[in-house]
């Protein structure tokens, strides 16, 4: 689909980019509720930690787990519903620009990767799309994903 294709198509169904702190308020709500999740699933893990030290240490051995689990949080809520929870709260959702509809489960999986990619190099990826005319990360680039108003 060619830009001014995709352009017509996004008039024609009233489709609209999401704006940069709808992002910001997805992103910051997913982190918390990942964030939660792990600690809830490894809590007996850092509640014997005796003290800051130990805590970190246990952080710092799971760093394998947190990738994963975001992986798999962003992965399969994008797949699933086109959107995170955050994004539902913020009212915003993840398309396939040559159809306009939810990612399939493997565009899903690589916009989650790279995602974690950009977040591990000073979220760049995340900084780009402010400058973007489409707004897109480096996980939207390589999925081919755009967020747009739900």
């Keep these: 689909m060619t830009e001014e294709e995709l352009v017509k198509r996004f008039e024609q169904e009233n489709i609209t980019l999401a704006s940069l702190p709808a992002r910001t308020l997805a992103f910051v709500i997913d982190e918390l509720l ?14 014997n930690a005796a003290d800051i030290e130990q805590t970190i240490l246990i952080m710092n051995t799971m760093v394998m787990y947190v ?18 929870p955050g994004k539902m709260l913020a009212k915003i959702k993840v398309i396939y620009v040559y159809d ?34 489409k707004r897109e990360s480096w996980h939207d680039k390589a999925a081919g994903t755009l967020v747009v108003n739900a």
Excluded: C, D, H
């Design 34 to 47: 990942v964030s939660l999740l792990f600690i809830s699933i490894y809590w007996n893990q850092f509640s």
């Design 67 to 84: 990738v994963l689990l975001k992986v798999l949080y962003q992965g399969f809520f994008v797949w699933m519903y086109g959107a995170t």
């Design 100 to 133: 306009v509809n939810t990612p399939t489960l493997g565009k899903s999986l690589v916009r989650a990767m790279i995602r974690v990619v950009s977040e591990t190099i000073f979220y760049l990826g995340f900084f780009w799309a402010m400058l973007n005319p």
